[in-house]
């Protein structure tokens, strides 16, 4: 498993992935930033939105990035999903497994090294969301020394973890879903139409899809609302989706003829 | 390298169905160490199949088979001493050639050091730092022979490697495939292309529909098909007199044009050369010309298989 993370690193440490990965993880950090803190209305508004009262609390600091990373579910999965997918259709996953025949360290190890670089990604994320929303706090007169007190760096490693633990989730779902589905096209499709429109047209008709859907329970850890369920629960719940999807992708690439 | 008494492939009764289709039946066949090892038949016959099963891509349906000694159950047991190439080559189009080693290195337990070493054997030396995305089809075949090599095999398996090549390339696959075999590996190459097996190959097996139709020293294959001598005649009444002469004098044979095509039946083709050479200045026909005339591989190959494919 050791070798296959290495391995994957060589594969993720090419200058040009890296630098597009900074300048997008940069970009929506600025971007959440923005639309957070300048989109804000103060709680008394009763409108949609940022609430300017969340940020001018103790963990107000990353609250721009969670609330936007609550959103990036669909393109999680997708990626996630079509990250495992086209190992098969592009015949590498044939080419690594005749140096490493065991399937679920060689999968294990992979995705424990993309899970690394998204840990760097999101740290660097999270750290420039915090700078905008220096930046643009005092356009909107909120303090920012508290949020690197002790317990605003707190608040902000929590949501880091939240953000990691959201991440992972995706990460697993999609990869179960990459080697479920054969074909990288539908499980893209099925990745993208399950996250985006099943679960929020769902969510919004049938107030239990909440409590009950994968999506909604990872986007309920960053950004409750006001049905969610409570984090023990929604995490309960989760782990259960976690193992079933893993349980189901470990004995199918056990047992799938690898053809392609 | 180990000296080992085992067949370095061992197949015995191997099948594979997919529902209601076999595509590997009750394969049994074996490639002796040391040689080079040509793995034809039509499309279709279950070559990939076979060979995707001895590296553990493919479960078999029933069977068992042994590579370097170790039962295909275990393709941990001896992965590490094999170099394969199954279905063309599967490399990150992102990554340059040298990269790409780098990952398969990693990932096997190979010495990175190796990798320019290979890059030179498959002449790659000067583009291992292109992308592979930019390579052309001759280049990712020999990467792919490249990452064969990686690891220092005992044994390499090639599925078409020349798939795809114009002639050069093809030229240059043959080369490439000698020189390995000179580093004394034991190599089995799939191919449907005979002309290319016969040039490079000293063990023979031939599967049709999924099952062995021969295996065995390509020397010895080709020498059970008759030999003819074809004596070319002055016309085409020259030849006919000629064809039945030879006919009444108890010698197989058949014309065609100015051609009389007559079976060696067990004697050598000089001997009988001159015997027909003087057996018709006898009767008064001039020949023209007389040469030995053997089928081509692909020719047997087509008549032992029933032309399929």
């Known amino acids: ?260 | 390298m180990t000296d080992t008494p085992h067949p370095a492939v061992a197949l015995n009764g191997l099948t594979k169905r997919y529902g209601g289709r076999t595509a590997v039946d009750r394969l049994t066949m074996h490639v002796p160490v040391g040689v080079v090892a040509g793995f034809v038949g039509p499309n279709g016959a279950g070559k990939t199949t076979a060979m995707s099963m001895l590296l553990g891509l493919i479960r078999p349906s029933a069977g068992t088979a042994e590579v370097l000694g170790e039962p295909i159950s275990r393709p941990g047991a001896y992965l590490r001493r094999v170099g394969a190439l199954v279905e063309g080559p599967g490399f990150y189009p992102a990554l340059t050639g040298a990269a790409n080693l780098r990952v398969l290195a990693t990932i096997g337990g190979h010495d990175p050091a190796r990798i320019p070493t290979v890059l030179a054997e498959v002449g790659l030396a000067a583009r291992g730092d292109d992308r592979y995305g930019r390579y052309s089809l001759g280049m990712k075949q020999r990467l792919g022979i490249a990452a064969t090599l990686l690891g220092d095999p005992e044994l390499v398996i090639l599925d078409e490697p020349t798939n795809g090549l114009d002639p050069a390339g093809m030229a240059e696959m043959r080369q490439i495939i000698a020189a390995i075999a000179a580093q004394g590996r034991t190599i089995l190459v799939s191919s449907h292309l005979l002309g290319e097996v016969e040039q490079v190959c000293d063990w023979l097996i031939i599967i049709n529909r999924g099952t062995l139709a021969y295996q065995g020293p390509t020397a010895q294959f080709a020498a059970r098909a008759g030999a003819r001598l074809v004596a070319l005649a002055a016309d085409h009444a020259e030849a006919a007199r000629l064809a039945d002469l030879l006919t009444t004098a108890g010698h197989t044979v058949d014309r065609a044009g100015d051609e009389v095509a007559v079976d060696l039946d067990g004697r050598d083709a000089p001997s009988l050369g001159a015997h027909v050479n003087r057996f018709a200045h006898d009767r008064g026909i001039v020949l023209a010309g007389l040469r030995e005339q053997r089928p081509s591989l692909e020719d047997q190959v087509l008549a032992l298989i029933g032309g399929a494919g």
């Open chain 1, 1 to 260: 498993m050791r070798r296959a993370f290495r391995a994957e690193l060589i594969k993720l440490a090419r200058p040009r992935l890296l630098t597009l990965a900074a300048v997008a993880a940069i970009l929506f950090a600025v971007g959440s930033a923005a639309a957070g803190i300048l989109n804000a209305q103060p709680a008394s508004a009763h409108a949609d939105g940022p609430v300017l009262d969340g940020f001018a609390r103790a963990d107000g600091g990353s609250l721009a990035f969670t609330m936007a990373a609550s959103f990036a579910g669909a393109f999680l999965l997708a990626v996630f999903a079509g990250a495992v997918g086209v190992e098969f259709s592009r015949g590498t996953l044939r080419t690594l497994l005749l140096r490493q025949p065991d399937r679920h360290r060689l999968l294990a190890g992979k995705l424990g090294a993309v899970l690394a670089f998204a840990a760097v990604a999101v740290a660097v994320s999270l750290a420039a969301s915090v700078a905008a929303s220096v930046a643009f706090a005092g356009s909107r007169g909120l303090d920012v020394g508290v949020w690197f007190t002790g317990a605003g760096l707190r608040g902000m490693a929590r949501d880091y973890g939240l953000v990691m633990l959201a991440v992972t989730g995706w990460a697993l779902l999609g990869a179960a879903i990459g080697v479920l589905v054969p074909s990288l096209p539908v499980a893209l499709a099925v990745g993208v139409g399950w996250a985006g429109p099943v679960e929020q047209v769902f969510g919004e008709a049938w107030g239990p899809a909440t409590r009950w859907f994968p999506g909604l329970l990872l986007e309920s850890l960053l950004d409750p609302d006001p049905g969610s369920p409570g984090s023990t629960r929604a995490l309960v719940t989760l782990g259960c989706y976690c193992v079933v999807a893993v349980t189901a992708a470990v004995v199918v690439l056990r047992r799938r003829d690898v053809t392609s």
